[in-house]
Each structure stands twice: as C-alpha cells, then as structure tokens.
C-alpha cells in the first residue's frame, strides 16, 4: 500500500521523535522523507534527489542499492534473517570473525558482536572491569579518556567521552573517569604530558583508556599529529591499562586505509568498529580483543567467570552477511587504488573551494572527512558567529535546496561523504557548497548589515 506523502508527513508530525532533534524546531519545517538511494544520491517523496554528504550518519561505503550488497542480503534472507547468537552460531558470523581477524592488527583474535557504535565501547569497558576482577586486581576501575572524545550515548560510553555539549546534564550519573588534554595541531608534547600526570596518580587504579585514534570525527574532525597513537600505546603498556581504540568513525576505509590501528602498527586491548561495518545497511558493531583477555574468563560456569552481557540482535545473519561482502569490496577498493586516489582527489578540492574562501576561517581533512568552521568574513566586525546561532546547522538546511545533504553542529560543516563517492560528485559537493556558503552569508548581510556584502564569487 503506497501511502500519500501528506499522510506520511502528518504522522512523522503527530508520532516521532527524532534523535539530536529540538522537535519544536523540527516541527516548523514540512518533513524530508526519502524514500529511496542509488549510489552516492538519495531521493525524496517528490523525486527529488540529494547528494549523501554525510554518507546516511557516517555509514554508506560502496553506495547506497549497491547490487552486490543487495545480492548478499538476498542471498541470507533465503537461508536466515535471525537467529540467537547465545550458545549458538551461524555461517555468515563465523566467517565474519574471521575476515575481521584478518584485517585487524596482530594479536587481536576474538570478536564479540553487538549492533551500535556505543554497546560495542560498553562491551570493551565491562570485559576490561571484569578482566581486572579476574586477575587480581579489582583496584583498577577508573576510566581515562581523552578532551573532545565522542563515545556514544550510553553511561559507560558517555563517561569515556568528553562531550559535554551534549552530555553535561548527564554527569553527575558517570562513572568514575579522568580525562587528558587533545594535542593541538602538531603539537602532541602537551597531551602526553598531561596523560603521564595522569597515568602516574591514577595508573594502577585505571583499567582503560579510550582514543579515537587519528582523527576525533564527532568533536569535528579534530586531527592528531603523528605518532600520537604510538605514545599513547607505550603509556598504556608501561601503566598496565588496557587501550581502547575507538574506530567506529576513522575505521573500515574512511582515512583511505583499512584501519588506522593496523597502519600505524599498534595493537591495542581492544578494537571498536560499526558505522562503514556493513557498507551502511544494517545495524551491527564489534569489539575485538586479545587472546589473552579472552583466557581469563575461562573456567567452570559456577567460577563466575562468564561474560554475562549481549544483545538480541548480536551477530545478526543479515548484517553479517552483507558485512562480509561490504569488507571483501573495501578490500578490492583500497587493493587497487580507488579508496587512495577518492581522497586525494577529495583533499585537493577541499582545499581549491573552501581554502581561501572569504567566509571559510579554517578547514580540518583527512582521508574522506573534513570539517569547515564558518566565520562572518575577516572584513567583518563580528570575529565569530557565536556558537548558539548554531550558523552550520541552519546553513545546512539551506544547503538541501542545492540537493545537498550535510550535517553542521555550531559553526562546524562536516563533509564526510561515501567512500564510492566520483570525482565529479566531489566536485559537485564542494562547488556547490562554496557557492552556497557565499550565497547564504550574502542573504545574512541583508539582515545583519555587520558582515560584508562585497564578495567576488
Ligand atoms: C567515534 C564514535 N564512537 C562512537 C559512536 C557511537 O556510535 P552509535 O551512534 O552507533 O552508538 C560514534 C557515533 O557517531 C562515533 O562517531
């Protein structure tokens, strides 16, 4: 039954609520239903169609209706859409363990599914706690994290993070947690300073540190300078503390390589992936480990060792099996090229549209993801636009009329597209969106006269 589009706005109106949403907001604009996706494009009731600027949340790799990717999830619904994944298995995730053992750093051999970025990091905290307890040392229960950190919007995964725009009301409820100073620029002297005071008063009371290496995506593509991570691993080595790379952003191709872990030679506790997991299509997320880790919850049932924790929908078939296909088609991307030669591409057209752009007041690229901080002009008076006029978000609103779709939180538009995007689509995403960002302050000075209104396009 196809229903009417009036119908469907209405109760999109009357009955959702939607995530990260003011819903009084929300409710003065008419919907965006899209109905269907074809590559880097999806398209609305009208027909309509919109560049995936943000790859659907961050997720989309081979497109969206990638045949083969439908062709794998065909092929699993004929055999098995659900089954417990409790003292049972299946096919597809008993092959899925092993691609993901094979693309993982050495050392990492166990796989434990659930199906969102924030249980998988919950996975990896109580597993590390529990380790702990195992082995003699209960003491280690703190958790240290790094400023700006985004885990997820769980208890556990909020207390890692540090993302108190959007969890501060939430704190008094966090676990015990520290936090250390993010490297500014090329400079990571600072951080690590700040991690060894930590490490030295609470090291052999901290069970894990988690770091999203590389790049801090949900912050706003914040970058690390090189050999961060390595630091990181040896501090975490010296003090005894499981280290916990959150991949579920940088993981899976978005920085133009499989891992950032296994590229830059580090072997951590854990490994969290979801997001690019399955291509974008189905729900489903990992945290890898160590053999070691593993060893320590072995034992008679009645020793209590057991890792009491999952979810109905761990290790689903159908998001396994289109994972398998989604990994096997990443493998062949970044094997023959494509994936490095789509970020080169991307990082030189950042930086010829927005690099010297009279409202652009900074750019933050790498690999396929890239944020752009807004300014009112450096002729203007107004130095910045102040963070709650939320400029990005509105501009991003705008921007769904040049059939683009992007997300901006403050004054920060984040492109991160899909990982098939063309070259001509990057040119269309960020030509598009230049010319935008002019037309849009341009419409702003009418009505705010303090920025300029001479601007050559
Ligand atoms: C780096 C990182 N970690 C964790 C999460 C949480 O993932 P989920 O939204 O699937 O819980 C996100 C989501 O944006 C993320 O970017």
Redesign the pocket.
Known sequence: MKIDVNTLNSWDKSYSWHPFTQMQEYLDHKPLHITHGKGCWLYDTEGKRYLDGNAS??TNVHGHSDPELNEALIQQLGSLQQSSYKDLSHPAASQLCHELISIAPEGLNRCFFTD????S?EAALKISFQYWQLTGNPQKKLIIGMEGG????TFG?MSAGNSLSFHQRFSEWFLPAHHFMAPQHDDKSKSLCDLDRLLKTYGDQTAILFL?PSVQ??RGIHLQPQGFLQAVAERCKAYNVHLAL?E??VGLGRLGHMLVSTAEGVTPDFL?L??TLTGGYLPL?TTLTTQKIYDAFLGNFNEGKTFLHGHTFAANPLAAAVSIKNIEKLKQRIADGTLQSTCHYFGKSVEFYFGKHPFVKSIRQRGLACAIELYPGSTSTLQNFKSNERIAHHFSLYLRNKEILLRGVGNTLSIVPPLCISDQEIDFLCKQTAAAILEYMHELVISRPAIPVSIAV
């Open positions: 949340n961050w969102n970025g924030a249980s990091v985004y885990h997820g919007d995964a999203e995506g949900p959150d579920i952003f969290c979801s997001k997320a």
